[in-house]
């Protein structure tokens, strides 16, 4: 597949920077068109892991270029789910996707691998490879709030993400009112482009108080319950 790299930068916000720049963003740029009237939306992900946390160990100790696994769907809808691996080095990182059936999923959920071997997408038999080979398992659910705007110059988009949440059972994945648990306050703001990122983005994301992080849902997810 054809790895295109993107930037990707991060910044840790508080709830007060968060009405600010979300105010900022909505007088200049479009919502994402999957938010709702609120100009918002759920993002449910499941990532997966090794059984010694190869991808969470990396994480913590800032390796790069390092790879992750995860299922992803939006709001209530499981008519759409996404296989996606996400691979970053420094600030740049890229993603590829493949669009998974609800019975598929759950299959996953439920220790059945096999039927990915034998899909037609390459994606599919990568995570199969990995899951004989490493084995690779589903780890983590997190949920969690994202304000999204876009800006077709550098391909711009930029999110807020905040309340977020860790699921407590990796089988209710599918399940959008499932139980959770808060595992942070924080918010991050993520500004992502091609190329070339315009003034007037730099000008209206700056904020006296945020700070570039590299904060991590998926740590913290695990953190808060690793065992």
């Known amino acids: 597949m054809n790895q295109h790299y993107r930037h990707e930068l991060k910044h840790e916000i508080d709830v007060f920077d968060r009405i600010e720049i979300i105010r900022r963003l909505s007088l200049a740029l479009e919502h994402d ?32 270029p390092r790879t992750k696994f995860r ?8 008519d759409f789910i996404r296989l996606e691996k996400k691979c970053k080095s420094s600030d740049l990182s890229y993603k590829e996707s493949a669009p998974i059936t609800f019975e598929q999923c759950r299959k996953i959920l439920n220790g059945k691998w096999d039927w990915l071997k034998t899909t037609d997408h390459p994606l599919m038999r990568e995570l199969y490879a990995h899951i004989a080979t490493n084995i690779l398992r589903p780890k983590s659910v997190v949920i969690y709030r994202r304000e999204a705007f876009a800006h077709p110059a550098g391909n711009i988009r930029i999110t807020v993400d905040s309340d977020i949440k860790r699921g407590i059972l990796i089988r209710q994945f599918l399940e959008p009112y499932a139980p959770t648990v808060h595992i942070d306050g924080r918010a991050v ?29 998926y740590a913290a997810s695990r953190i808060l319950n690793w065992e």
């Not at 938010?35 to 946390?53: C, M, N, Q, R, W």
């Not at 703001?189 to 700070?211: G, M, N, S, V």
Request: proline share 4%; hydrophobic share 30%.
């Open 33 to 64: 068109p999957f938010a709702d009237e609120s100009g918002s939306y759920i993002v449910h992900s499941l990532y997966f892991d090794t059984p010694d946390d190869t991808a969470l160990q990396e994480k913590l100790d800032g390796v790069t």
């Open 71 to 78: 299922l992803r769907y939006y709001n209530d809808n499981t």
């Open 189 to 217: 703001l993520e500004i992502k482009y091609d190329a070339f990122l315009p003034q007037f983005i730099c000008d209206i994301t700056r904020l006296r108080h945020r700070h570039r992080t590299s904060f991590s849902k």
